[in-house]
């Protein structure tokens, strides 16, 4: 969350999560062991790119040296 | 999804702003992305009718008009070609202001004196463009002000919806929304029944009730579609992104936005017999209404009458099926259509259509009747005509069955945290429209409402009582965890110390993908099975690396074409091959040098990096595991057959290092030279516990020696029998120098070696050193013919 240059408040979204379908993950032993949890998906490029303010999520992956 | 928030308001009008009720949508989950302004500030502006015009005297462009503001009448000079008697327009009085705080005062064009200003839709901000002035309807009341005439002071709220919330895709479904976010009852608008006045029907047959349950349809005759659509709804439309066309198809938009249903209109003289919902034909062809002609394919749904094909289901209508200027007569519809059946169909065929958009995310199959009593008010007040009856073809088991949904009391406490009561649960879901069925000892079972294709399962629920309840109020809970302290052995390295070592060594840490080409893989690692990608983004990342190296030459060619060339790279990860059926797959670490030894500077040489650099690197790097590593020549097919070697940890080879073969360089189009390795992460973490020896006291000795020795022979071997032939009392040995020339002979080297003695409970005597040096001397003689050097 973050503020605009007219102070109205934007969002970013930096990490997704959600949950299991048990339909599907009680097919999966491995899943359904974790099926009480819901997963996070934490981009830590997100919030580097925020802290950093980095303005392309590809540059972290381009392995360029100048950057 | 864009609506008028006024249209919103006429649904349901919490006691909210404009700002507060944005933030609720979006906390709601339903991401507000703009909030922006019908028209852009101005004032003054009144509506006006123009009651003379006539020529300027010194102007050929522009006109004197006299205008009537409902009570004084004004002379206005204005240049607009659609100027006219009787005409109703949009005045700027004298002392309006206009967008970009332009004000209006009394003024003089060519001698003649003007008392305001004519406006454009442009000059109000209304539109980006505009040809003349701003016709206003005849019934407009002349002195209004336009703000209040138009209803100008409200905001376009567009709500970026995610894929399940298709109910949310239409005014009342918003409307809904709102009022149980704000504990308010939600009543849909009265839709009366439309009584026929005709009996006149036109059959309909389900040819396919699987992709099309419910179909409702409805003739009306004589329209007069040259009849305006009325203001209220253009601008409705227009708020909401959508452009007037004709007072049907206006009507049908209006519908859609305003319930949700998609709905067409047929020129009924254009279908012939009964109309069939049915799968196309293959090879059968349909020019849809924006001109191109399709061909469909047999998973495609149609709408055709007894001839041809009129319409692609839910997608768009076709041209000549439609209605035009001379249609009299019209033929209604209103379908459910499975979103199974409709989705990516459009795309299929590069279309996306507000249709489309909401059948494949999922329409209220409970809904078409309502729409279509809806559509059938508003166009007979718009355009008159007598209605007949709905003729509704339902295939009952193809309707969505909604399985009752279990809910218990206990899973709503642990998922989110909170407990709350049974009423209060109840009271939620009840304002979203999902309905206890049965209570049990645990819970509940609930029912939920056909436009809610997404809840299904007991967490949907659960994320609906987060959802309105409302996620801001839900505590902030620090997660609890036991945690184990985890065993760090002393004998092993974390991977973490070695990269930080690399880090300190100047080395930068790429992270390159996984997936290769295969072609690289041939040049660097022909030795190993490759493992395929069954379905690749690309046909350069077809392939699992065999080899980290891929990804770090391709990393350096990368810099190199941006004259990036002092290069220090390395990575850690997986390589994968396969080896008798079997997926292998190893963590490695792998490095790369290329370009100067030293960044350049006035101290520093511009020599370029070899392979004793690339040497001298590693074994800083492994230095840190305090292991004992071996090197010797190797054979890699990668590497330069000059300048390859092989690492050994207890005799096992755990790595290899060298030069990059030159015709990888060139066929890969790098700057060469490029030096690099790869180890075995496994092995390299294995370190040595310290064990401690007491300082000796006594004094060391040493001895240098230099020898003559066959040019092919590796020191390794040399240390070795030196170390073994020295004598329990020598400590060290070290190679200084290293000779070769003409004088030695072609194929011969001179090896120059300290030995240095020591023991740790008394001084050495001469003669001991001595017979030691005499000792090294001959197992040098004996093993390799060395000689020494006089």
Redo the contacts between chains.
């Keep these: 969350m973050g503020r605009d240059s007219d102070g109205?408040?934007r969002?970013l979204e930096v990490m997704g999560c959600g949950?299991f379908?048990?339909?599907y993950s009680e097919q999966l032993e491995l899943i359904r062991k974790l099926r009480e949890a819901s997963p996070l998906v934490w981009a830590l490029e997100r919030l580097a790119m925020l802290r950093y303010g980095v303005n392309d999520l590809r540059m972290?992956?381009?392995?360029?040296?100048?950057f | 999804m864009k609506f008028s928030e006024q249209w919103l308001r006429e649904w349901v009008n919490p006691v909210l702003s404009r700002?507060a009720l944005a933030?609720q949508i979006?906390m709601a989950g339903l991401?507000v992305d703009d909030v922006e302004s019908v028209a852009a500030a101005f004032s003054g502006v009144i509506v006006a009718e123009v009651l003379d015009v006539v020529p300027h005297p010194d102007a050929d462009k522009l006109r004197v008009c006299q205008v009537s503001d409902g009570q004084a009448t004004w002379q206005i000079v204005c240049g607009a070609a659609n100027v006219r008697t009787g005409l109703k327009v949009p005045m700027a009085q004298i002392g309006a202001t206009l967008p970009g705080d332009f004000k209006i005062k009394k003024a003089k064009l060519r001698g003649v004196e003007s008392n305001g200003m004519l406006c454009s839709e442009q000059e109000l901000g209304l539109a980006d463009s505009a040809d003349g002035l701003f016709e206003l309807p005849a019934n407009a009341p002349v002195g209004q002000d336009i703000r209040a005439y138009l209803g100008l002071d409200d905001a376009i709220i567009d709500v970026d919806l995610t894929p399940n919330r298709s109910d949310c895709l239409s005014v009342m479904g918003i409307a809904r929304e709102v009022a149980a976010l704000n504990g308010m009852t939600f009543k849909p608008h009265e839709v009366p029944e439309v009584h026929f006045s005709i009996n006149d029907e036109f059959p309909v047959h389900l040819d396919a009730p699987e992709a099309c349950p419910r179909y409702v349809g409805r003739v009306i005759r004589n329209v007069d579609l040259s009849r305006p659509t009325p203001l209220w709804m253009v601008e409705k439309l227009r708020r909401s992104g959508i452009r007037s066309i004709d007072p049907a198809v206006d009507v049908t938009n209006f519908v859609m936005l305003e319930l949700g249903q998609p709905m067409h209109a047929f020129d009924l003289a254009q279908l012939s017999g009964a109309i069939h919902v049915r799968f196309a034909r293959a090879g059968e062809t349909l020019t849809l209404l924006d001109g191109q002609t399709v061909t469909l394919d047999e998973t495609t749904l149609v709408i055709a009458d007894q001839q041809k094909v009129l319409a692609m289901a839910g997608v768009m209508g076709g041209e000549f099926s439609g209605v035009a200027d001379g249609t009299r007569d019209l033929f209604l519809e209103s379908a459910f259509f499975t979103p199974l059946t409709i989705v990516g169909k459009a795309r299929n065929y590069g279309l996306h259509t507000d249709s489309s958009h909401r059948f494949e995310r999922g329409v209220d199959s409970g809904h078409q009747r309502r729409a279509i009593e809806r559509a059938t008010r508003l166009l007979v007040d718009i355009v008159g005509g007598q209605p007949g009856p709905v003729v509704e073809m339902v295939s009952k088991p193809h309707l969505p069955v909604r399985d009752e949904i279990e809910l218990r009391h206990q899973r709503v406490d642990d998922v989110l945290g909170i407990h709350l009561d049974r009423t209060r649960i109840e009271e939620i879901l009840a304002r979203l429209g999902v309905t206890v069925t049965r209570v049990t000892k645990e819970g509940w079972f609930f029912n939920v409402p056909s436009h809610r294709f997404d809840l299904s399962?007991e967490?949907d629920l659960i994320?609906e009582i987060g959802r309105i309840y409302g996620y801001n109020k839900l505590p902030v809970t620090e997660p609890k965890a036991r945690l184990a302290i985890p065993s760090l052995p002393e004998d092993r390295l974390s991977v973490r110390a070695l990269k930080q070592q690399l880090v300190g060594q100047g080395f930068?840490e790429?992270?390159?993908?996984s997936f290769v080409d295969r072609e690289s893989l041939r040049l660097l690692t022909p030795m190993h099975s490759t493992i395929e990608l069954a379905n690749p983004i690309a046909s350069d990342m077809a392939v699992m690396r065999t080899t980290l190296i891929a990804g770090l030459i391709k990393?350096a060619g990368?810099?190199q074409n941006?004259q990036?060339t002092r290069?220090r790279?390395f990575e850690t990860g997986l390589a994968f091959h396969s080896w008798q059926g079997e997926i292998v797959q190893e963590p490695k670490l792998a490095g790369l040098l290329a370009g100067g030894r030293l960044s350049e500077g006035w101290l520093s040489s511009k020599d370029k990096v070899d392979f004793f650099d690339l040497k001298g690197q590693v074994e800083a790097l492994l230095a840190l595991t305090g292991k004992r590593y071996q090197w010797r020549k190797g054979d890699h097919p990668a590497l330069h057959p000059g300048q390859s070697a092989e690492i050994l940890l207890d005799g096992a080879v755990v790595g290899i290092a060298g030069a990059l073969h030159p015709q990888i360089v060139k066929s890969l189009d790098l700057n060469g030279p490029i030096f690099t390795f790869e180890l075995c992460l496994n092995s390299i973490v294995k370190a040595k516990v310290p064990n401690f020896r007491g300082i000796s006291k006594f004094p060391e000795i040493r001895r240098d020696l230099a020898i003559i020795i066959d040019k092919a022979t590796d020191y390794a071997d040399v240390s070795a029998v030196i170390a073994e032939s020295a004598g329990e009392s020598c400590v060290r040995h070290n190679l200084f120098d290293v000779y070769l020339g003409e004088n030695l002979g072609a194929d011969k080297k001179s090896l120059a070696v300290s030995i240095v003695w020591r023991n740790s409970e008394r001084t050495l005597r001469d003669e001991e050193v001595t017979e030691a040096f005499n000792n090294v001397i001959k197992a040098l003689e004996g093993r390799f013919g060395a000689s020494l050097r006089s």
């Design positions: 109205s408040i969002w949950w379908i048990l339909k972290f992956f381009e392995n360029d040296m100048r | 700002e933030h979006t991401e399962i967490v994320e930068r790429v992270v390159t993908y990393a990368y810099n941006r990036q290069l790279l």
